[in-house]
Nanobody, 115 residues
Framework: QVQLVESGGGLVQAGGSLRLSCAVS????????MGWYRQPPGKQRELVAT???????NYADSVKGRFTVSRDNAKNTVFLQMNSLKPEDTAVYYC?????????WGQGTQVTVSS
């Protein structure tokens, strides 16, 4: 069973930065892509960013230019660098590993941005 463990969330003021990490118990190359998702309070989970096996990245319009997804292949870890944070970025952030029709999820980490 694949395990994903997120870390790095917390409380930050608007304009600040956080770096999320996602440690995967398997090789990240076992998956078609790795993704970061978030679920704001009272809303549905939404895609934030993905990084494909080949390295192609994709971002939600709301985070383009502020967030960067990257990975450390040797450590099977995926990162989400979040800069210029806004109160609307407040959410539980989840790491997902995509393989075929399946997505494996971490437990999530809370990010709260105060105004």
């Amino acid at each position: 069973q694949v395990q994903l463990v997120e870390s790095g969330g917390g409380l930050v003021q608007a304009g600040g930065s956080l770096r999320l990490s996602c440690a995967v118990s398997a090789s990240i190359f076992d998956f078609n892509a790795m993704g970061w998702y978030r679920q704001p309070p009272g809303k549905q989970r939404e895609l934030v960013a993905t990084i494909a096996k080949g390295g192609t990245t994709n971002y939600a319009d709301s985070v383009k230019g502020r967030f960067t997804v990257s990975r450390d292949n040797a450590k099977n870890t995926v990162f989400l660098q979040m800069n210029s944070l806004k109160p609307e970025d407040t959410a539980v952030y989840y790491c997902g590993a995509l393989r075929g029709w399946n997505t494996y999820w971490g437990q999530g980490t809370q990010v709260t941005v105060s105004s």
